[in-house]
């Protein structure tokens, strides 16, 4: 793991637990980045019209990568633009779930549509609570992230799966963007109907890509209108035979980006995702029993079985302000500080913050 981590340059400077926020470059991905754009340097239009190539490549290598269908693996900047996308061809008048405080880009496109959107607090019985309120509320769509952005707390993927056997007409809409590259996950054994996510975070793909992974019969679920050239791959006579995933990639998608995204899943299956969901874990374990006891930790956090490598622990402009002085990159979100560990991060440096914490 020494040899991995000494490819991010970061690290050498700094105790980077931030990538929550943003997933960090490293030497290899650099190096092909560097390339790929000698080659556009140097052939121009020549190198661009073998893009196609790459950008099949990369909707392959997602859905070997998630367990998906490449034919149901939509390519699209970010996992906003994504759910815009399909919530203009979900019929109005739908019961909608959603979870308090998650992500504004789950949230926002579900309030400013013509459904009826209900709430509920995030809290140690979250699936608990789930399940009763489908059944109080008749909800039809259930939309959540997989693991909260504020405070890391992480749905029971074996609750989906179940949900989505007693509630068969119930439409699971995910954000993976805090989960996808964290542990081994297959999307078609998951009981999700359209899971989406962007790429700059733990799945080290850098900016300006993302994906939609969509369940055999979602296009049944979905009346959508958005095409263009690029959906139809090019072909003059192929309008109407847009396939339903083709429908989210109307424009043309950039090969510097994509192809990020491609050499990173290769990156991070060449590592091996039981070896990063191993060290993930461990890390985690560590920093939450440390954290709980320093009474860091909000009680829904403390009584959850699993939670992912995402913390908040209350902490002022005071606090904060003294972790950057230490080289601790973290991020003020809520009303805390937030705390979140890739594969690359270390014990020891838990053990770095902890110090801080307690003062010394």
Same mark, same amino acid.
């Given at each position: 793991m020494q040899k991995i981590i000494k490819q991010f340059p970061v690290l050498s400077q700094y105790t980077y637990v931030n990538t929550a926020s943003s997933g960090l470059l490293y030497d290899g991905l650099l190096d092909w980045r560097q390339e790929h754009d000698l080659d556009f340097l140097i052939g121009g239009s020549k190198m661009k019209m073998k893009g196609h190539l790459l950008i099949s490549e990369t909707r392959n290598s997602i859905g070997k990568f998630f367990g998906c269908s490449a034919h149901n693996v939509a390519l699209v900047p970010n996992f906003s633009i994504g759910l815009n996308l399909l919530l203009e061809g979900m019929e109005a008048n739908r019961n909608v779930l959603l979870l308090d405080g998650d992500f504004p880009s789950v949230s926002w496109p579900f309030e400013t549509r013509e459904c009826a959107t209900y709430y509920l607090k995030v809290t140690?019985?979250?699936?608990?609570?789930? %399940?009763?309120?489908?059944?109080k509320d008749? &909800?039809?769509?259930?939309?959540?992230s997989l693991v909260q952005w504020l405070n890391g707390i992480k749905v029971d993927l074996e609750f989906l799966r179940n949900l989505k056997?007693? /509630?068969?007409?119930?439409?699971?809409?995910?954000?993976? =963007?805090?989960?996808?590259? =964290?542990? &081994? /996950?297959?999307?078609?054994?998951?009981? &999700?109907?359209?899971?989406?996510?962007?790429? %700059?975070?733990?799945?080290?793909?850098? %900016?300006g890509n993302g994906f939609m992974l969509f369940a055999d019969d979602a296009h049944s679920k979905f009346k959508c209108r958005s095409t263009g050239f690029n959906a139809a791959d090019g072909d003059m006579e192929a309008m109407g035979k847009v396939s339903f995933a083709k429908q989210f990639e109307p424009g043309h998608?950039?090969?510097?980006? /994509?192809?990020?995204?491609?050499?990173?899943?290769?990156?991070?299956?060449?590592?091996?995702m039981d070896t990063i969901s191993e060290q993930i874990k461990k890390l985690s374990l560590k920093a939450k029993g440390e954290l709980e006891n320093l009474g860091m930790l909000e009680a829904s956090v403390v009584k959850r079985k699993e939670h992912s490598s995402i913390f908040n622990i209350p902490g002022d402009k005071e606090l904060y302000a003294k972790l950057l002085e230490r080289d601790v990159v973290c991020a003020q979100r809520g009303d805390g500080i937030r705390l979140s560990f890739h594969f690359y991060n270390t014990e020891n440096e838990i053990d770095k913050i902890m110090g801080i914490l307690k003062g010394t």
């Open positions: 140690d019985s979250l699936e608990e609570n789930i %399940y009763d309120r489908i059944k008749h &909800i039809n769509v259930l939309a959540l056997k007693d /509630f068969p007409e119930l439409l699971i809409i995910a954000d993976g =963007t805090q989960f996808l590259g =964290t542990e &081994i /996950f297959n999307f078609e054994a998951s009981g &999700i109907d359209v899971l989406g996510a962007s790429s %700059y975070k733990w799945l080290l793909g850098g %900016y998608l950039d090969t510097f980006n /994509f192809g990020s995204l491609n050499f990173s899943l290769g990156f991070l299956s060449d590592i091996g």
